[in-house]
């Protein structure tokens, strides 16, 4: 009599199949789901905080969302038109898709939006989910579209760190008193650059035009954890004229309170012109040149309105010529270019025109070549933001899946099922055996 002979005629009666089938689903569901409960309980329980959400340059197109984690990690948000869609995901501005720096600071820029639409969004960190500490999601409004125009230059300036080496990817927060404030990020030489045009009222959301006279305050924070606070006005800050060293407070005001104003009308310096477009232009090129005269070596400030604006500073040549070429196609429709420069007295002086892109048969193609570049990279439209509680903890976990993945398939959807499965596989192997 062989071993398996006597082990089966030595064991008592066996279940049948059919029903340890139904034991083993039953107990299953059973541990499934205690298991699976169990598990988003303790890890809820773990809480996290960040400690400043700022929605910022906020346009009717676009908007930046800055947050400061409690120690360097990855970050990334999900957004969305309805609450309970909350499914776009943007990735940290510094990060590429497959791979995720870690930040102390982070800043995503969040695009293709809607004007006068709403937006929720959660802020994803460390695999943890923030909201408000009421459970909310995060939340703001674009605004709409709107012809309200500024002559203020771009706020400009430079960062440096302790040994007097420019301070790259802080961010640089603009506020004025009443309005959304604006943002921009430093670049590896420190400098940044933030048009003063996109101001917006935080009640009504409506756009302001702002004088140069104007209260503002700058804050800069670091992957350091070193914090700069600049007090003065807005003619103070086009451009900021001190050497900024990260971590100390300066106060821009010492130059008392006169400013120059800028003169919008009655030019009669032929010297400062903006040649090309012309007034109402009708252009068929998507990215049309734009150049014009100042002051030999003169810094000319370049804005640019259309859906998104961009703005630079470009330096005029020894001829006094300067130009700018746009680093994205425009849309179709109407668009207007301002530029500020210094005449020979020192007094700005602004000007304006107006073109259409009529069509697209020359699509990406400059027209006209550039006689020199900008001293500081063009940046996107800047403007509001919606400020929340310091305090923010986490509402739910998120699994350590890529947030490329997150977007693309809906596979945690489906853990519960496949957690199901494998105990009942599980479950009917041991009968097999036995």
């Known amino acids: ?22 034991l083993v689903i039953i107990l299953t569901v059973v541990f499934g789901r205690f298991f699976l409960s169990n598990n988003t309980t303790s890890t809820r329980a773990s809480k996290k905080t960040v400690k400043k959400v700022e929605v910022t340059n906020v346009s009717p197109y676009q908007a930046n969302v800055f947050w400061q984690s409690e120690s360097p990690e990855e970050g990334y948000i999900f957004y969305g038109e309805d609450v309970a869609e909350v499914k776009n995901i943007a990735l940290d501005d510094r990060d590429l898709s497959e791979t995720k720096g870690i930040y102390l600071n982070h800043y995503v820029t969040l695009r293709n939006l ?14 943890q989910v923030i909201a408000k500490p009421d459970g909310s999601l995060f939340s703001f409004k674009t605004p709409v579209l709107s012809s309200t125009s500024s002559t203020l230059k771009p706020a400009n300036g430079k960062v440096l760190k302790e040994n007097l080496s420019g301070q790259e990817n802080a961010i640089v927060l603009l506020y004025v008193e009443g309005m959304y404030p604006l943002s921009a990020m430093t670049k590896s030489t420190g400098e940044w650059l933030i048009p003063l045009n996109s101001f917006y009222d935080q009640e009504k959301l409506e756009s302001r035009a702002l004088s140069e006279s104007q209260k503002a305050r700058i ?7 070193k914090n700069t606070v600049l007090n003065g006005r807005l003619a103070n800050l086009a451009p900021v004229t001190t ?10 005001n010492d130059s008392g309170d006169q400013v120059l104003s800028a003169q919008t009308s009655n030019i009669n310096n032929k010297e400062i012109d903006i040649i090309y477009p012309v007034e109402g232009a009708l252009i068929p090129g998507r990215a049309p040149l734009i150049k014009g005269t100042a002051r030999p070596k003169a810094q ?11 703005s630079a500073v470009v330096a005029a040549d020894l001829d006094g010529l300067w130009s700018y070429a746009l680093p994205e196609s425009l849309e179709l429709g109407n668009h207007t270019v301002t530029i500020t420069t210094k005449d020979r007295n020192g007094k700005d002086v602004s000007m304006t025109r107006k073109f259409v892109i009529i069509a697209n048969d020359y699509e990406g193609k400059v027209l006209g070549e550039a006689s020199g570049s900008p001293t500081i990279a063009a940046t996107s439209t800047p403007a509001p933001t919606v400020t929340a509680a310091p305090t923010v903890v986490v509402t739910e976990p998120v699994s350590s899946i890529t947030p490329t993945a997150l977007m693309n398939t809906g596979i945690t959807d489906f853990f519960p099922i496949i957690g199901g499965i494998s105990f009942i596989v599980v479950g009917l192997g041991f009968l097999l055996v036995f």
């Not at 809607?114 to 695999?127: C, L, M, R, S």
């Not at 000319?300 to 961009?310: E, H, I």
């Open 219 to 225: 804050e800069i924070f670091n992957e350091d954890n």
């Open 1 to 22: 009599m062989s071993y398996s002979q006597l082990y089966l005629q030595n064991k008592g009666p066996r279940v049948p199949v059919p029903v340890a089938a139904v």
């Open 243 to 252: 050497t900024i060293v990260v971590g100390k407070s300066y106060d821009l």
């Open 300 to 310: 000319v400030f370049v804005t640019v309105n259309s859906r998104k604006t961009f």
């Open 114 to 127: 809607k004007p006068g639409q709403a937006y929720f969004f959660k802020i994803v960190t460390n695999n």
